[in-house]
């Protein structure tokens, strides 16, 4: 974890950068492509790994984590004989070690066939619904996102711009609006900044579910007569790529 060129961020009640240290000392994380030596068993790489970070575990400890993770009848193998997907959840063991309240994976499903993502997958909602572990991760495998998360943050050019429950936001993306003149409804929807993007007869507009009501009573006091509106249904792929849109426009 570097420390931030400026502002501030809070790690449950740390605020940080002040209290980073401490921060730390709750968090565990994996990088994108997990690094062990190969010719060392996943339990020697976990008591190195270990002490490079200034603290000892035992092997009770190494055994209880590579149990969480599925990799117990292999912990004393060799990583070099180890899948992709093994060093995965070998890399969430060390992750585990300390403890954390919170673990953070980079790309955790990267470069894993099928099989290995579905195993992954099911193991983070293990690590969450089971043991109770706040997981944050990234990822551009939206698809997975969805199956996984219940709560996501957009990030488009480096800021934040939505953080929202997944379910609210799925449900609550996109509408189809036909109205006329149309010239007019384009009009309001630009003045009240909101995204929009036009298929065919209709405008596909982006917004919450509980301003219909307040948008239909203001295109009916400027004479737009709406013929059809009606929620879409969306992937997460569609939602955030409409919400990315939006954004730039």
Known sequence: MVRPSRGTFQVFNYLCPAHLNQAKQVMGGVI?????????????????LASLSNFRVSNSEIESVSSMVGIETIINKPVGFYSNGQKRRLSIAQAL?????IIILDEPTSGLDPQGVKSIRNLILQLNQEHGLTVFFSSHLLSEVQKICNRISIINKGKIIKTVDVKDFLFDSLFSIQATPVEALLSFLKEKNIPYRTQEKYILVHFEGNQIPEIIQELTKRNILIYEIFRHQLSLEEAFLATIEGDDQ
């Open 32 to 48: 994108d492509i997990p690094s062990f030596y190969d010719n060392l068993s996943g339990r020697e790489n976990l008591h190195l």
């Open 97 to 101: 070690l300390p403890r954390p309240k």
